[in-house]
Nanobody, 116 residues
């Protein structure tokens, strides 16, 4: 599956952004859709994952501020980011993963910069 991420940009601390990731095929049966991020000099880390049953997992640093959701009709997964902090600055990647058979697809990344 091909993934196209969008919605990144520059925002002041305390602001909000919504990222979108549109898939090239129906996302209804994808086991897990998620967002990861990578800041300069750091490893890629999990931000949020939403599985096909509607269960979510969030990274500790974004709990209570970020929300992942999906619109199956639009083949799109979203990441609503509120109360943004400078430490949220990173390139954000969307991911689609299936387990049987295993497949792992990544979007191209979208830059989020939080700065005053």
């Amino acid at each position: 599956v091909q993934l196209q991420a969008s919605g990144g940009g520059m925002v002041q601390p305390g602001g909000s952004l919504r990222l979108s990731c549109t898939a090239s095929l129906n996302i209804f049966n994808i086991n897990a859709l998620g967002w990861y991020r990578q800041a300069p000099g750091k490893q890629r880390e999990l931000v949020a994952v939403l599985n096909s049953r509607g269960n979510t997992i969030y990274g500790d640093s974004v709990k209570g501020r970020f929300t992942i959701s999906r619109d199956n009709a639009k083949n799109t997964v979203y990441l609503q980011m509120n109360s943004l902090k400078p430490e949220d600055t990173a390139v954000y990647y969307c991911n689609a993963r299936n387990y049987n058979p295993y497949s792992d697809s990544w979007g191209q990344g979208t830059q989020v910069t939080v700065s005053s």
